[in-house]
């Protein structure tokens, strides 16, 4: 591209510069020439703005070059005296074609499939079977039974003496005879008899008394006194407290997990190239830069 801009100025500065007569003449028509590099500036620009846009578009896109064929002399070849010369830039040919260019490569994409689940049920050891110790507390009865208080024993115990009442008959008076007067009819033998005179015997007085005499003389004598024995009631052990091995059975839990029924898979799915159809700009010629004879007027 350097080529390109220093071939362009050169060709435009050697155009104005030589656009006269040959051997440093100066042309007097002027307006011809001036249209001239007015054409070559604006090719020029033209060149540049391709240039710009080539290099803005993507890296497929074809740059476009400029280089200019032609001699690169700084006097027109075989000139002829009297005659002009301009260097005139003969622009590049292009043309428009369509291509198609591959956008992506043939491929595949791989699908994952996701496992299917489901629920299963089941039983879990959650604590196992083991043994614990369980205290048996001991039982009571209620016993009621003879309690001995006091031992058996002895006792001296007086036996006073015994006395008794005796009735005894004793003689106040005793007996004696004393004459008495009979009377009645008993007495008399008759009735002439006189007087009766009897000797009657008076028997003895006596008179009862009671009086207190000893029987038995008083004594001592040895007595047993029976024990002595107390009714108690009271709480005993019937049977004593113990320990004894109890079997816990094992806990179990009805648990639900997730469960994969179906697992997860890939599923490879090919994917076609893709084509994009592209149109760009292809030059056909290359630019040329050569000498032309114009028609001038030289001053002297």
Same mark, same amino acid.
């Given at each position: 591209?350097?080529?390109?801009?220093?071939?362009?100025?050169?060709?435009?500065?050697?155009?104005?510069?030589?656009?006269?007569?040959?051997?440093?003449?100066?042309?007097?028509?002027?307006?011809?020439?001036?249209?001239?590099?007015?054409?070559?500036?604006?090719?020029?620009?033209?060149?540049?703005?391709?240039?710009?846009?080539?290099?803005?578009?993507?890296?497929?896109?074809?740059?476009?070059?400029?280089?200019?064929?032609?001699?690169?002399?700084?006097?027109?070849?075989?000139?002829?005296?009297?005659?002009?010369?301009?260097?005139?830039?003969?622009?590049?040919?292009?043309?428009?074609?369509?291509?198609?260019?591959?956008?992506?490569?043939?491929?595949?994409?791989?699908?994952?499939?996701?496992?299917?689940?489901?629920?299963? !049920?089941? $039983? +879990?050891?959650?604590?196992?079977? %083991?043994?614990?110790?369980?205290?048996?507390? #001991? &039982? =009571?009865? @209620? *016993? /009621?039974?003879?309690?001995?208080?006091?031992?058996?024993?002895?006792?001296?115990?007086?036996?006073?003496?015994?006395?008794?009442?005796?009735?005894?008959?004793?003689?106040?008076?005793?007996?004696?005879?004393?004459?008495?007067?009979?009377?009645?009819?008993?007495?008399?033998?008759?009735?002439?008899?006189?007087?009766?005179?009897?000797?009657?015997?008076?028997?003895?007085?006596?008179?009862?008394?009671?009086?207190?005499?000893?029987?038995?003389?008083?004594?001592?004598?040895?007595?047993?006194?029976?024990?002595?024995?107390?009714?108690?009631?009271?709480?005993?052990?019937?049977?004593?407290?113990?320990?004894?091995?109890?079997?816990?059975?094992?806990?179990?839990?009805?648990? !639900?997990? $997730? +469960?994969?029924?179906?697992?997860? %898979?890939?599923?490879?799915?090919?994917?076609? #190239? &893709? =084509?994009? @159809? *592209? /149109?760009?700009?292809?030059?056909?010629?290359?630019?040329?830069?050569?000498?032309?004879?114009?028609?001038?007027?030289?001053?002297?």
């Amino acid at each position: 591209m350097r080529i390109l801009k220093s071939s362009v100025l050169c060709a435009a500065v050697l155009a104005v510069a030589f656009s006269g007569c040959a051997e440093k003449k100066v042309c007097k028509s002027a307006v011809a020439p001036v249209a001239k590099v007015d054409a070559r500036d604006a090719e020029i620009k033209s060149l540049q703005a391709e240039l710009a846009e080539a290099r803005a578009k993507s890296a497929k896109v074809v740059t476009v070059t400029k280089e200019v064929a032609g001699p690169n002399e700084l006097y027109p070849p075989n000139a002829v005296a009297g005659k002009c010369y301009a260097r005139v830039l003969t622009p590049a040919k292009y043309e428009m074609r369509t291509e198609k260019l591959l956008k992506s490569e043939a491929g595949e994409r791989v699908e994952v499939i996701p496992a299917a689940y489901g629920k299963q !049920t089941s $039983k +879990v050891l959650v604590k196992e079977a %083991s043994e614990r110790l369980v205290t048996v507390p #001991a &039982t =009571y009865k @209620t *016993v /009621t039974e003879k309690v001995l208080v006091k031992e058996a024993s002895e006792r001296l115990v007086k036996v006073p003496a015994v006395y008794e009442t005796v009735t005894e008959k004793i003689m106040v008076k005793p007996a004696y005879t004393t004459w008495k007067r009979g009377s009645g009819p008993n007495q008399r033998v008759d009735h002439a008899t006189g007087e009766i005179v009897c000797l009657v015997e008076i028997p003895a007085e006596y008179r009862t008394i009671s009086k207190r005499v000893l029987k038995s003389a008083a004594t001592t004598k040895s007595v047993p006194v029976p024990a002595v024995y107390k009714t108690v009631t009271r709480k005993v052990v019937a049977t004593p407290a113990a320990t004894k091995s109890v079997p816990v059975p094992a806990v179990y839990k009805t648990v !639900t997990t $997730k +469960v994969v029924k179906t697992p997860a %898979s890939t599923k490879r799915i090919p994917i076609p #190239a &893709t =084509y994009q @159809t *592209v /149109t760009k700009k292809v030059k056909v010629s290359d630019p040329v830069l050569k000498w032309q004879e114009v028609k001038c007027k030289t001053t002297k």
